[in-house]
């Protein structure tokens, strides 16, 4: 069955800092992994998503995420944080066929100026 | 081209009542994608629709039902509603092979009273 951690429910930064969000995941066949944002009163929104073509994945806005599978991680990094990245992120894992993309509890990110 | 657009954006309801929430999803999309969200719960996912067929649900009591249209259209709908359905819905739209992420409607904020 799939599943995904997202370690740290909150986590702070200060404005022009790296941002770091950490995901892991477990899957039994080959994942596909995405991350999303959320702003508040909106839906979700997809930053990048891992479908195995390239371990380092660029997305929009500057973030870039990089899937290792030894680890079974897909910790999400943007080097220079902005105030308007502030948001909650989601770590997010389908499998081919299982038509259903499980979500992780998420990660809301502070920025301080 | 147009969003994933869903009705009504809130909804007030009485314990005991019904409700049905709407989901138009991105033209030419034919997967649509259900999930409830809820600061306890995170995102849960609820049922997903391809071509007016479900493919998979979730693990939800029979009184959350949806359906898919013709045109790609789904409807959710919850009949005697419990104050723990309280929630935010959100409709995914994607082209259904599962793996390729979501475009997210803003969601439905349901309230029940």
């Known amino acids: 069955a799939q599943s995904v951690t997202q370690l740290g429910s909150h986590v702070s930064v200060s404005e022009g800092a790296l941002v770091l969000l950490r995901c892991n995941y477990s899957s039994s066949v080959p994942p596909y992994l995405f991350w999303y944002v959320q702003y508040p009163n909106q839906g979700l929104q997809l930053l990048l998503k891992y479908t195995s073509a390239a371990t380092l994945v660029k997305g929009i806005n500057g973030f870039e995420a990089e899937f290792k599978k030894s680890e079974t991680s897909f910790h999400l990094t943007k080097p220079s944080a902005h105030m308007s990245d502030a948001a909650e992120y989601f770590c997010a894992v389908s499998e081919t066929g299982g038509f259903k993309t499980i979500f992780g509890a998420g990660t809301r990110l502070f920025v301080k100026a | 081209k147009a969003g994933v657009t869903q009705t009504p954006r809130y909804l007030i309801k009485t314990r005991g009542q019904q409700v049905t929430l709407s989901c138009s999803p991105i033209?030419?999309?034919?997967?649509v994608s259900w999930y409830q969200q809820t600061p306890g719960q995170g995102l849960q996912f609820l049922f997903e629709?391809?071509?007016?067929?479900?493919?998979n649900k979730g693990n939800f009591p029979g009184r959350f039902s949806g359906r898919q249209f013709s045109n790609s259209r789904s409807e959710m709908n919850v009949s005697t509603l419990e104050l723990g359905d309280s929630a935010l819905y959100l409709c995914?739209?994607?082209?259904?092979?599962?793996?390729?992420?979501?475009?997210f409607g803003s969601g439905t904020r349901l309230t029940v009273v």
């Open positions: 995914a739209s994607s082209g259904g092979t599962g793996t390729e992420g979501y475009t």
């Open positions: 629709y391809f071509s007016e067929t479900q493919r």
């Open positions: 033209s030419g999309h034919r997967s």
